[in-house]
Nanobody
Framework: QVRVVESGGGWVQPGGSLRLSCQVSGGTFRKYALAWFHQAEGKEREYVATISWSGLNTRYADSVNGRFTISRDDAEATVYLQMSSLKPDDTGVYFC?????????????????WGQGTRVTVSS
């Protein structure tokens, strides 16, 4: 029913910036809470940022707070992750997650639909 497609990943130098996009189709986007998760090679998937259905409330992991910004565009049914001051530890696959029940939060189990991920590499 719900299709989640990330894009925008690529290579960037440390200290650089990158914007990830996630387009959601097949549902009522404006009612969904959304999130980004990150998984480095050989490590568990970790919460990065969340945004409420209204777009008025956002939360960030301590590791990215002040560097990343999550936002949404309901007209385009797209959620973004603007990443700045990137570090090598930010390298990995970034996944977009959708909570159809508006279960805004950091728990993976609170999200119903997931994208395939987009890879980010931060290196000199």
């Amino acid at each position: 029913q719900v299709r989640v497609v990330e894009s925008g990943g690529g290579w960037v130098q440390p200290g650089g910036s990158l914007r990830l996009s996630c387009q959601v189709s097949g549902g009522t986007f404006r009612k969904y809470a959304l999130a980004w998760f990150h998984q480095a090679e050989g490590k568990e998937r970790e919460y990065v940022a969340t945004i409420s259905w209204s777009g008025l409330n956002t939360r960030y992991a301590d590791s990215v707070n002040g560097r990343f910004t999550i936002s949404r565009d309901d007209a385009e049914a797209t959620v973004y992750l603007q990443m700045s001051s990137l570090k090598p530890d930010d390298t990995g696959v970034y996944f977009c997650a959708v909570a159809a029940g508006s279960s805004y939060g950091s728990r993976q189990e609170g999200y119903d639909y997931w994208g395939q991920g987009t890879r980010v590499t931060v290196s000199s």
